[in-house]
């Protein structure tokens, strides 16, 4: 059975549920959510359930959220999704799933941050909580998140490409000129640090413009933190970012800086192709 063969409804869950972990199976159950990786179940107020659906390496990344976020989350200014149980595969559904905290909030693609100067110092301070120095055991990034932006340039060079072809760019040799200096800045050279590796707005959460928390920890790694940083470009309202670099710690340089911006750069080209994709039905696309 492929991960395709599986509708996942509330009948499922709440059997899973009643099989290894009875305790929970009668609290009330709703959909909340179908992200790119796992279908988000909310149960009862303070619980939901995440089960894998859309991608084949889903499941490891719940695995890597349920063996190392609950020791990271306590020491977070935001509210995050802490594991709490594990699902492991059965008959009934072949794949692990897990069970985390409830954290409220609108994604912010539907509802970005409004007041900047809050958002810019929750967000540092969030950062500055994060990024501490990993284990040598800690998971590396995948698509190379964490590590040195030359080692992706040509994927972004076949994005940027493409994204041009489809009049997307009005200007592309400017977005390369970005990337081409971020790529040629002197890489990290402190220890690797803990990384969220994937903010982007949908994996961020806001209230009354303001940011109420931080999901999807599935692509959690260490490496470099320019890799996170990129979010003062992607996250904040113009005129925010000034802000979010003075308020971060230890203060980026400004080799950080430039590498971060090329991380803004190929995160901002890949989201344009997702969401054009998403517009016209395409595969891999989100409106």
């Not at 179908?34 to 894998?52: E, I, K, S, T």
């Not at 998971?139 to 994927?155: D, E, N, Q, T, V």
């Not at 592309?172 to 200096?181: E, F, Q």
């Not at 710690?249 to 998403?278: C, K, M, N, Q």
Request: charged share 25%; hydrophobic share 45%; net charge negative.
């Amino acid at each position: 059975m492929t991960h395709t063969e599986i509708e996942v409804t509330a009948e499922l869950v709440r059997g899973l549920l009643r099989d290894q972990h009875p305790d929970l199976a009668d609290r009330p159950l709703r959909l909340g959510a179908r992200g790119w990786d796992n279908q988000l179940w909310r149960l009862g107020d303070d619980l939901a359930v995440r089960l894998p659906w859309a991608t084949e390496d889903a499941d490891e990344l719940l695995r890597k959220e349920h063996a190392w976020l609950p020791a990271l989350a306590p020491r977070l200014p935001l509210p995050v999704p802490v594991p709490q149980r594990l699902g492991e595969p059965s008959t009934r559904f072949p794949r692990p799933w897990i069970v985390t905290t409830w954290v409220p909030g609108e994604p912010a693609d539907r509802a970005p941050v409004t007041r900047g100067a809050e958002a810019a110092d929750v967000l540092a301070a969030f950062l500055t909580a994060l990024h501490r120095p990993a284990p040598d055991e800690a998971p590396a990034g995948r698509f190379g998140r964490g590590g040195s932006l030359a080692g992706s340039s040509s994927g972004f060079a076949r994005q940027l490409a493409l994204a041009t072809e489809m009049g997307l760019i009005p200007d592309p040799d400017a977005v390369r000129a970005v990337w081409d200096d971020a790529a040629a800045a002197p890489d990290w050279a402190g220890p690797a640090v803990w990384l969220h590796g994937d903010l982007h707005p949908a994996n961020v959460l806001t209230a009354d413009g303001a940011f109420r928390g931080v999901i999807d920890f599935g692509d959690l790694c260490a490496g470099d933190p320019a890799c996170d940083l990129a979010a003062a470009w992607i996250l904040l309202p113009d005129g925010a970012a000034d802000r979010f670099h003075a308020a971060y710690r230890p203060a980026p340089d400004a080799a950080t800086l430039r590498r971060a911006r090329g991380w803004a750069v190929g995160r901002a080209v890949s989201g344009i192709l997702i969401g054009e994709a998403g517009v016209r039905g395409r595969p891999g696309g989100k409106p």
